[in-house]
């Protein structure tokens, strides 16, 4: 059993210095549009309003400057209830996690301005590969449950949008300058030009981060920049932006052994690299550069319609390098040398394992607000239909660079490519009926065609291709009792394909079947002046969910298996009250029961050869604690104003 330390940085201390230059911006020639608009120059048809029956929680500006230094997106997302975050090297910097209802990353859907962000064949995020990101973060949004996900796979735990549209009408820079325990630092730089002549913008960021890392060897070095520009009128707008993250990490995600865990001597102990005689070898690390390229159109066609279109391309490279001991020639398809008139069976050696890979495609959506009201209606419905078409192309491949014996250097020991299309079309329709009462529907098809190299039925390499369409509804109702009371409920269907490995470890006749899940939300939201308070309910059904059970299939490798039938179910609990004028308490509770109806679980007997079948009967679902607690008091030592702001914040977190 393994465990991943997080020891986010005892002490941190960040110095910025701001300089708002007035020679780019004048306020009589120069009228500054209103925010609202200029927040809305992306439809972002991913994301649900302030009144939304889905359970949701928003991270403004304000907030992810207040609390952000220079900690990965999963620990800066923690106060979010039911979320549980993990970091390899122990201090919340390099690679991490998070699971939000006990649903890993795969599982979580994520889009930056509606575009996914999701990785198309392992549907994992690696918030490592673009360092510095909630920096350049106009508002990040999380949906808990299925959510209103209409680009990318879709979610089963939870929705995370991130919002970079925002175009800030001042001209400013910055200067931040960030130092932490475990030898972390961060040094960025950004500027904004503001409105120039009240149509056009330009932004920057340029950054930094370095960390040793709580866990030995642990070490990141990561460097991004963001470059942005955009057009506005009456009538239009236009945005381009380029992010791009270089990493370079230490591996440390073998994980740690659970009875280190308690001896301060080993629970820093990172077995990577240690595969080598004497000292670690210094250059297990993972190397990746990854490129995003966004454009987004907007154009109100009439007074009542508006058209978005989107764009985007992404550029991935990178290895993973890793000294390996005692490997056998054979399992990299290489004869094995005689050595005098010995026949040499293993040998030491490092490989590199790349990933070379490209994502694009195009988004659309068409919004539509009638200026004339139905009698019983509040105010105008609004219609959105949109779709989305992307295309991955990825090849994957390894390399031997150093060998003992036998194996010239670069020799390549796998070579194969991957392509997946996925398109979708959705239509989406919002009703604000009098007496407070609200309602939506959402109706989206998907369709996935995904091509591999995997195995046949005897095990030989062969052009392979997987086609699955899905239809995912979606409904919502909420009823403002009063200003003070609030009662939504939620129901929604997600379908999801397996994932890369589940493809190529198999033959179509072991191959596993797509996952259902069955989603329903229902809540309480109550406010009374300083106090408000939230309280939701789920039961999510799951249908064939995908599990490692212990069995080895028809080509030798570990599988996920369709679990006939389990389920999550619990009640989250989030409150803030104002004590005094500066002082504020926020907390958040999730309860919830997690499991399997039926579970086979196949172990490894070492003595027979083979393997022991246990039948479990509802069994707890792994890594879903059913209990998550937090706890968080902010002091406003010097209240926010235009000149200076200092606050304090104390936390604590539980699970168990």
Not at 28 to 48: C, E, F, G, H, Y
Not at 62 to 77: G, I, N
Not at 330 to 347: C, K, M, R, V
Request: hydrophobic residues 35%; contains cysteine.
């Amino acid at each position: 059993m393994h465990f991943s330390l997080h020891a986010p940085p005892l002490t941190a201390l960040t110095l910025a210095i701001i300089a708002v230059p007035t020679f780019l911006f004048s306020q009589k020639n120069n009228p500054v549009p209103d925010s609202a608009v200029l927040k809305t120059v992306v439809i972002q048809a991913t994301r649900t309003g302030e009144h939304s029956p889905v359970p949701h929680n928003n991270f403004s500006r304000e907030k992810l400057e207040t609390f952000y230094q220079a900690q990965d997106m999963p620990m800066l997302l923690t106060s979010v209830p039911s979320l549980v975050e993990n970091s390899d090297a122990g201090n919340g910097i390099g690679y991490t996690g998070m699971r939000i209802r006990g649903s890993d990353p795969t599982r979580i859907n994520v889009t930056i301005n509606g575009i996914p962000l999701n990785d198309a064949e392992s549907q994992g995020v690696f918030w490592v590969d673009l360092p510095d990101l909630a920096a350049s973060a106009a508002e990040i949004q999380v949906q808990r449950g299925v959510g209103t996900s209409s680009n990318g796979a879709g979610a089963f735990g939870a929705t995370v949008n991130i919002d970079l549209s925002r175009i800030d009408p001042l001209p400013n820079a910055c200067i931040t300058n960030t130092l932490g325990s475990f030898g972390t630092r961060k040094h960025s730089a950004q500027f904004g030009s503001g409105l120039i002549h009240g149509r056009w913008a330009f932004s920057g960021r340029l950054s930094q981060i370095y960390s040793n890392g709580y866990v030995d060897r642990a070490t990141a070095n990561l460097k991004s920049y963001h470059l942005s520009g955009a057009y506005i009128d009456d009538r239009q707008s236009f945005l381009l932006h380029t992010l791009s993250g270089h990493e370079v990490t230490y591996q440390a995600w073998n994980g740690l052994p659970a009875q280190y865990l308690d001896d301060p001597a080993l629970r820093t102990f990172n077995s990577a690299g240690t595969e080598r005689p004497g000292a670690p070898y210094p250059d297990e690390v993972d190397d990746y550069t990854q490129k995003y390229y966004l454009a987004h159109y907007k154009r109100l066609l009439f007074n009542s319609l508006q058209l978005q279109l989107n764009g985007h391309y992404t550029r991935g490279f990178g290895f993973y390098e890793q000294y390996k001991a005692d490997q056998f020639f054979e399992d990299y398809g290489f004869d094995p040398p005689h050595i005098a008139d010995s026949l040499l069976e293993q040998t030491d050696l490092i490989r590199r394992r790349w990933l070379d890979n490209h994502f694009y495609g195009g988004t659309f959506a068409l919004k539509w607000v009638p200026k004339i009201n139905p009698p019983a209606l509040q105010a105008a419905p609004e219609f959105i239909l949109g779709g989305a078409f992307n295309r991955y192309d990825g090849r994957h491949y390894g390399e031997v660079i150093w060998a003992d014996y036998g194996i010239s250097k670069d020799a390549r020991y796998y070579d194969n490519n991957a392509s997946k299309y996925d398109g979708n079309i959705f239509g989406k329709i919002e009703l604000h009926f009098k007496q407070g009462l609200s309602t939506f529907a959402d109706l989206q098809y998907r369709q996935i065609r995904y091509t591999f190299l995997g195995y046949d039925q005897f095990q030989r390499p062969v052009a392979q291709m997987a086609r699955l369409n899905f239809f995912n509804p979606k409904l919502g109702l909420t009823w403002e009792i009063n200003p003070q009371y609030t009662v939504y409920a939620f129901w929604g269907i997600g379908r999801r394909e397996p994932n890369r490995d589940d493809y190529t470890q198999s033959t179509p006749a072991s191959r596993p079947m797509p996952e259902t899940l069955f989603d329903w939300e229902a809540g309480l939201k109550w406010k009374q002046g300083t106090w408000q308070a939230t309280i939701n309910l789920f039961y999510m059904k799951y249908l064939d969910q995908l599990v490692l059970d212990g069995r080895i299939n028809d080509v030798g490798a570990y599988i996920r298996t369709n679990v006939a039938s389990s389920y999550r179910t619990g009640a989250e609990l989030e409150t803030s009250f104002q004590l005094f004028p500066t002082l504020r308490f926020l907390g958040n509770l999730a309860l919830s029961r997690n499991k399997v109806s039926e579970f086979m679980e196949y172990l490894d007997n070492w003595d027979t050869g083979g393997q022991e079948l246990i039948r479990h009967q509802n069994t707890d679902l792994a890594f879903s604690p059913p209990v998550v607690a937090r706890g968080e008091i902010q002091w406003d030592i010097l209240p926010n104003s235009e000149k200076h702001h200092l606050a304090v914040s104390l936390f604590r977190k539980i699970r168990r």
